[in-house]
């Protein structure tokens, strides 16, 4: 009898990973696609989280699973760059969120971000911005992250990711109007 009990148990557990954790993974996998820079980096990364979530899953209170597994994510990649390179880790986010695409090319995160779904003049708008308002642009309106959650995986205050956000927003609309892209709302 122990034994179909135990079953019944891990069966319930399973359940409740593929239900809170596996829906996810899209959102882990672009996030781990910015941190890494390399496809095959990055579905590493995501198996590696995938494994610690899961065996940390019993201690998970089942609220927020997408700012769990990312936190779990930022740890993970944190945890493979110490063992590689330990002076990238005093870097800043935009070391975490590079501006060199995978071939090298400079503004490489709104490159791989917005690849050729918008305007040539929406994609310099973005590329013009700074690391830290490309960063929260990326996170937040290009691959729906909540702003908490953004905050999390930048480990800013949820205010700095607002704020960012505004002005970035604010210098895209900005350069727009300049470029006649679009009219002004004055």
Known sequence: MSGSVCEVANETREDRFREQV??????????AR???????????LVQDALLRA?????????????????????NTHYNRLRKRRPDLLD????????????DGRQDGTSERALHDQFDPLVRDAIAALS????????????????YQEA???????????????????????AHLEQS????SDR
Not at 22 to 31: G, K, M, N
Not at 180 to 183: Q, Y
């Open 22 to 31: 596996l829906s996810e993974l899209e959102v882990l996998y672009r996030v």
């Open 151 to 173: 905050a999390d995986l930048l480990e800013v205050p949820v205010g700095t990711v607002m704020s960012r956000l505004h002005r970035a927003r604010r210098k895209v609309r």
């Open 180 to 183: 006649g892209f679009m009219e």
């Open 131 to 146: 690391a830290n308002h490309r960063a929260v642009v990326a996170l937040v309106d290009l691959d729906g992250l909540s």
């Open 54 to 74: 899961y065996r940390g899953f019993d201690g998970f209170d089942g609220r927020y699973p997408r700012a769990w597994l990312l936190t779990i994510l930022r």
């Open 91 to 102: 870097d800043e986010v935009a070391q975490r969120l590079p501006d060199q695409g995978v």
């Open 34 to 44: 910015r941190l890494t820079r390399s496809t095959t980096e990055a579905e590493d």
